[in-house]
């Protein structure tokens, strides 16, 4: 017996009387799984995002990645030329559906303007690097002809060490402090790449107003 | 069954009127205040005066409706105080403004500059809770019996981190909701000051947006950033903290209109039409489709799209089937009603969506507790799925058509578009869903209400709470048992009828949730059906009903035990019933010590006049209802299983 409030008649009207043949229920003995969403393959991806210039929207877009499982391998922040928009650079690892999901989260959140995975596009990609390498007397010359080579800058100079600024892309700089590696690395700080989109497009006058 | 209703004797603590200091001089005039007499503060003072009377105005043109006024508790009588305007004289004028006829608080030391000014605004009724949860609760019940946006009000530290919870759970369940907390003053920000927490820092994550105000000047534009973020797009908390001097500081900046707020925040545009082009496909879909069936969720509820819902149903003669929060969006009468789906939702509706070729979703997120395993979940299924959150779509489920936009909108591009299917065109379909149905309906009821050795069977007790509400009143649920229990049986027919915690899974918020649905539509009964474990979570705010006078009925389904653990530890822990077991309290004379009527329900023939007694009277009452302890809810998905593995008895009983 079932409660009044859920009994229902077969609706009156499901009698068929013309109806098609009943598509009956799908009889396969397995059906076929369901694709969960994603191929499952990280990538490198490389997302844009400007914000409005509000205290705590660093914050914001950190927890959000955080609390979302979605691991931030470098984070650049900085203003544009507009007051009030501040520009990210986000370089992030995960499949196509997953980077798409924290573009689609970092939407939510107010203070997003614009997001672009800029992964496929043709981009300027850079960042800039600070190694303070170990020399001696003997490593200085082979050390700055390396640095040279990379098109890097010795910044500072003490008897026993000195600065490189190197800038490039991550691929460009990975390589230059694998090869100082050698000499010895005493301290090193890269800020995360920075990026922008070829050609006369702007991700800032996208801006929906 | 038994039954008292007397009132506690009040006044009890008003003996030593003698002993009382002598009476406070009257009120001086602030200090902070610049002189009168400025022309400035004349046409402030002329400003606030208009504004109020609109206020007035408005507020009396919605209370002749329904007739609220007897049980309004109330107001104080005390006209406006002449004084200028303040940071807190903002905050109440913009809950004005916003409609917000129904304030939740607590105060405290940094929130009292806003209670002091209180009292100047009588059209807001400020409702003091017990505790801080239970005014996050009674908001977000009020929002969601309502749809309008719910507001609740605490002080800094220990008082914002009470409401926390609240919150959360108002996030969880997309529900509008503006929480106003108090902090310390801003130069003692980041100090350690006395009840300064970060509150904004724990609440970023769980709110739709959050702002930390130090400046008066900035309280309108914030409150109304708030109000709008709160209920535009998909609704959800927005939390909004001030500073103590924020409060108290002199301000005459004036509140911005609707498009000054949308124009101002250039990041918050919800896409609200679905796009043409996917609206044909969608209409192609189910053209096509043999067995489609609709999965109704909170979103119809939230963008009011019932009328639109029903349309589509009727119109190409698909069955709906609701999620928990779905509840209500589609009457349980209507002969294409399917049911509750899900992990204890009913068999037949997950065998529909398990056969479906065809699935239109509308405001619903595809929830683990939807799905259960996601690759065995409806295998031959097509997938339309409509959502105004653009990060719904594709994140649980692939789908074949995504649609971004207010499900009623979209619903009205989309019908007609749809071809008409007449009933009879899908005969062995429905003929099938409506077979499936009575086997399944018939499994796991007790009709009699007994259920073993004659003890109450709690689906028994719910179905006739629906039939003597005339399946018409808010019915506000606990977590646990008593929550499937409730979605299950009691027989919803009208939207917003149902209000549950379905994401966060919040114990302890039927009462105080049930407070704030039963003063925001006090045209309806409302009844908040609990648990014994989450009734003892917030069972303190008995007390704000009987000081309030907010006529909520409880039914306390009471097991004697935390009943959802202990199935788990019955069905998948071999019976380690580690903490299931709890007591209570006598719940008859802890109803009587709050004044509140109380009866008593434990044989099935005591049920219908327990629940009678209750609604005879004016105000609360509570009935308890001691059920069957070891009774389940079955079906029931394992976690981690699919929607095709459901459990159905155990060892041999379908309880
Ligand atoms: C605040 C909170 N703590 C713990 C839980 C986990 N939990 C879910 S159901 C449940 C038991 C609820 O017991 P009771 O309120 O008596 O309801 P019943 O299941 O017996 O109907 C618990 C502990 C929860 N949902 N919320
Ligand atoms: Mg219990």
């Known amino acids: 017996m079932s409660p009044d409030a859920l009994a229902h008649a077969t609706p009156a009207h499901a009698t068929p009387a013309h109806a098609t043949p009943a598509h009956a229920t799908p009889a396969h003995a397995t059906p076929p799984d369901r694709a969960v969403p994603g191929s499952g393959v990280p990538h490198r991806h490389v997302l844009v995002a400007v914000v409005r210039d509000r205290p705590g929207v660093l914050n914001r877009v950190a927890s959000l990645m955080r609390a979302r499982n979605f691991n931030i391998e470098s984070l650049a922040v900085s203003h544009t030329d507009r007051a009030e928009m501040s520009r990210m650079t986000l370089v992030v690892h995960g499949d196509d559906v997953a980077v798409e999901q924290a573009a689609k989260q970092l939407y939510r959140l107010i203070d997003v303007l614009k997001v672009q995975d800029v992964t496929a596009d043709p981009t300027v990609e850079h960042e800039l690097a600070l190694i303070k390498v170990r020399i001696s007397e003997r490593t200085r010359p082979e050390v700055v002809s390396i640095v040279e080579m990379y098109k890097g800058r010795v910044v500072d100079l003490a008897a026993d060490s000195l600065i490189v600024e190197a800038t490039g892309t991550e691929a460009e700089v990975d390589a230059l402090v694998a090869l100082l590696r050698g000499f010895g690395i005493k301290e090193l700080v890269r800020t995360g790449a920075v990026v922008m989109s070829r050609g006369a497009g702007s991700i800032e006058e996208a801006v929906k107003r | ?655």
């Open chain 2, 1 to 655: 069954m038994a039954t008292t209703s007397n009132q506690p004797s009040r006044g009890t603590t008003r003996t030593a009127a003698s002993a009382r200091p002598p009476a406070p001089a009257p009120r001086q005039r602030r200090s902070h205040l610049p002189g009168d007499g400025t022309e400035r503060a004349a046409v402030e003072e002329r400003a606030r005066r208009e504004m109020l009377q609109d206020a007035v105005r408005d507020a009396g043109r919605r209370q002749r409706g329904a007739s609220p006024v007897d049980i309004l508790a109330p107001h104080h009588d005390r006209g406006p105080r002449k004084r200028t305007r303040i940071g807190a004289d903002v905050v109440c004028e913009a809950l004005v403004r916003q409609g917000a006829d129904v304030l939740f608080g607590y105060p405290g030391g940094v929130i009292l500059p806003l209670y002091d000014v209180l009292a100047d605004y009588p059209e807001i009724r400020h409702v003091l809770v017990r505790h801080e949860q239970g005014a996050a609760h009674a908001a977000d019940g009020y929002a969601r019996a309502t749809g309008k946006v719910g507001v609740c009000l605490g002080t800094s530290g220990p008082g914002a981190t009470n409401l926390v919870t609240g919150i959360g759970t108002a996030m969880l369940d997309s529900v509008p909701m503006v929480a106003i907390t108090g902090n310390v003053a801003a130069a003692l920000i980041g100090k350690d000051a006395f009840q300064e927490i970060d509150i904004t820092g724990i609440t970023l994550p769980m709110t739709k947006h959050n702002y930390l105000v130090r400046n008066a000047d900035e309280l309108p534009r914030v409150l109304a950033e708030a109000f709008h973020i709160a209920r535009t797009g998909r609704p959800g908390p927005v939390h909004v903290d001030i500073t103590k001097d924020a409060l108290q500081q002199e301000t005459s900046a004036p509140h911005p209109d609707e498009a000054d707020v949308v124009a101002g925040l250039p990041g918050f545009r919800p896409n609200l039409d679905g796009h043409p082009r996917q609206l044909k496909l969608a209409a192609v879909e189910i053209a096509r489709a043999a067995r489609p069936v609709i999965l109704a969720g909170h979103g119809v509820l939230v963008a009011r799209a019932w009328d639109e819902l029903r349309a589509l149903a009727e119109k190409a003669s698909i069955p709906v089937a609701h999620t928990l929060l779905g509840i209500g969006a589609f009457p349980e009468d209507h002969p294409l009603s399917l049911g509750y789906m899900g992990m204890h939702g009913w068999k037949h509706v997950n065998r529909a969506i398990q056969s479906a070729d065809l699935l239109v979703a509308l405001g619903m997120r595809f929830d683990d507790r939807v799905t259960g395993s996601v690759r065995t979940y409806a295998p031959y299924a097509r997938i339309v799925h409509v959502d105004i959150d653009p990060a719904e779509i594709g994140k649980n489920v692939a789908v074949e058509v995504p649609i971004v936009g207010d499900v009623r909108r979209v619903l009205r591009g989309l019908l007609p578009l749809v071809e008409a299917v007449a009933a009879e065109a899908r005969g062995p379909y429905l003929a099938e869903l409506a077979a499936w149905r009575r086997e399944s309906e018939a499994s796991s009821w007790h009709g009699s209400g007994a259920w073993r050795d004659g003890l109450l069977s709690a689906d028994f007790v719910i179905q006739r709470i629906g039939e003597a509400t005339g399946h018409d009143a808010t019915l506000v649920s606990d977590v646990g048992q008593n929550q499937m229990w409730m979605a299950r049986y009691a027989g919803f027919r009208r939207p917003n009828s149902h209000v549950s915690s379905g994401g966060l899974g919040t114990m302890g918020f039927a009462l105080p949730a049930a407070m704030g649905a039963a003063l925001g539509r006090p045209d309806k009964e409302t009844w908040a059906i609990a648990g014994d474990g989450g009734l003892q979570m917030t069972v303190q705010e008995l007390m704000t009903l009987v000081q309030d006078r907010i006529p909520v009925k409880i039914a306390l389904l009471d097991n004697h035990k935390l009943g959802m653990i202990r199935q788990w530890q019955e069905l998948i822990y071999a019976g380690n019933y580690h903490s299931a077991h709890l007591q209570g309290p006598d719940w008859r004379k802890l109803a009587e010590a709050y004044g509140i009527p109380a009866f008593e329900a434990s044989t099935p023939d005591e049920v219908d006049g327990a629940i009678a007694a209750a609604r005879a009277v004016p105000g609360p009452a509570l009935v308890h209802f001691m059920i069957a302890e070891e009774q389940n809810v079955f079906p029931m998905m394992p976690a981690g299983k699919g929607l095709s593995d459901l459990l159905e008895e155990w060892q041999g009983a379908d309880e």
